[in-house]
């Protein structure tokens, strides 16, 4: 029997780089869509299978452009697609709102009216979020019947490619699953979110390389866990019998404050909280030095408060259970962070 072919649009990502490492190892041929750019940004994957796997290949292409989507589409004939592709940063889409809609939202149309077009089946999963829901007070745990209310352009652009898909699936009989994944995170995560932020951050401040990590909200709680552990859903959805969305979280919650505490710990310095609002600073309880300010440019326009996710549907239905806590989530990332593992 032939292998299995995957499209991965988002390849050179987080999630993509650990999900065509899973799909090659369960031995699937994995085609990979990737942008032209200027400077090198293969990372996560070049070191990987790329240089050398026989079965991967990559395609260039970009989610705003259907020529190229159809054409991608077209040559590979995918059995799978996983649609990761994404301006995946909350704070910038407030600065890039039309860029963002065109790539999460028409993007995913796009690579939908493509398969359609060709007249291809090929399963479809969509990486939705919990951006969709608001984060308001006494709704977490969210779960798939949490009514939405994005809170900036990412999310109501992911909103728009949530409700497509599953258009698709009503209109056109497409399998089509969206996964809507709380926060999940890695030494591979881009170094403008928060978590990475703050271990490359500890790192440099231990080193003397910076002083203190400016940072935004302090109070906003997410739901972190492991990108390894998050990919396997993903593939998971797409063996099920009929076509669902599914909410993947750990069912844990923790604050800015914390993982930043935890993190500076692994590398033994402990923090104490100082201070109110902007004036908040994390000082070194042995220096007396300030190694966390609250620098305001960091602060988002609309902020979504409080995720917590119940995953239960997941676990019932694909099997699917994490088991990096998120002790371990930021000890792991410390200790890539420490031995300069992390993607730059
Ligand atoms: P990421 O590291 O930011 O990767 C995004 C990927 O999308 C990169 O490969 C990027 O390519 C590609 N991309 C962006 N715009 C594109 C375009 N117009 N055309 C083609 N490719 C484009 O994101 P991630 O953390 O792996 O997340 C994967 C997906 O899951 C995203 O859709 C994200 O919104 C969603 N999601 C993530 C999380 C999370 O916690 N990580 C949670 C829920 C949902 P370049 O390398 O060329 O920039
Ligand atoms: O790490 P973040 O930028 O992730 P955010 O906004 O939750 O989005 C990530 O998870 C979503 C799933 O819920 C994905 F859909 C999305 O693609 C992305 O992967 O920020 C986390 C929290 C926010 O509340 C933010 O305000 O950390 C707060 N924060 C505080 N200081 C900061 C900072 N965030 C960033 N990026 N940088 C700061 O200095």
Redesign the pocket.
């Known amino acids: 029997m032939s292998a299995k072919r995957a499209l991965i649009t988002g390849i050179t990502g987080q999630d993509g780089s650990y999900l065509a490492e899973f799909l090659l190892d369960k031995g699937y041929e994995v085609h990979g869509l990737v942008r032209r750019t200027s400077s090198f940004n293969r990372q996560r994957i070049d070191d990987l299978y790329f240089k050398k796997h026989k079965d991967a290949w990559l395609h260039y292409g970009d989610m705003t452009d259907m020529n190229s989507l159809l054409h991608v589409v077209s040559v590979c004939k995918p059995d799978e697609v996983y649609n990761l592709a994404?301006q995946?940063?909350?704070?910038i889409s407030f600065e890039v709102p039309y860029y963002t809609a065109l790539s999460d939202a028409i993007g995913v149309q796009n690579l939908l009216e493509s398969i359609r077009i060709l007249g291809l089946h090929s399963k479809f999963y969509q990486?939705s979020?919990?951006?969709l829901f608001s984060g308001a007070p006494g709704e977490a745990p969210q779960n798939e019947k949490t009514p939405f209310k994005p809170r900036?352009p990412?999310?109501v652009a992911?909103l728009y490619g949530y409700e497509i898909s599953r258009i698709y699936r009503e209109a056109y009989g497409f399998f089509v699953c969206n996964g809507i994944?709380?926060?999940?995170?890695s030494p591979r995560?881009g170094s403008?979110?928060?978590?990475?932020?703050i271990t490359r951050g500890v790192v440099d401040v231990v080193q003397g390389k910076q002083d203190h990590?400016?940072?935004?909200?302090?109070h906003?709680?997410?739901?972190w866990g492991y990108a390894p552990e998050y990919v396997e859903s993903m593939y998971l959805m797409l063996q099920q019998p009929t076509p669902e969305d599914y909410v993947v979280a750990t069912g844990e919650t923790h604050s800015?404050r914390e993982f930043a505490e935890k993190a500076f710990a692994h590398a033994g310095i402990e923090v104490r909280w100082e201070g109110e609002g902007v004036e908040e600073k994390g000082i070194d309880t042995k220096t007396g030095k300030a190694v966390v300010v609250v620098?305001p440019q960091?602060?988002?326009p609309n902020?979504?408060?409080h995720?917590c996710g119940d995953a239960s549907y997941a676990k019932e239905k694909l099997g699917w259970q994490p088991t990096v806590t998120f002790e371990a989530l930021v000890s792991l990332m410390m200790e890539a962070e420490l031995k300069g593992e992390g993607t730059l």
């Open positions: 994404a995946s940063h909350v704070q990486a979020t919990s951006e900036s990412y999310g992911k994944l709380f926060n999940h995170e995560r403008n979110f928060v978590t990475r932020k990590i400016p940072l935004g909200n302090l906003a709680h997410r739901d800015v620098d960091f602060f988002r902020e979504v408060d995720l």
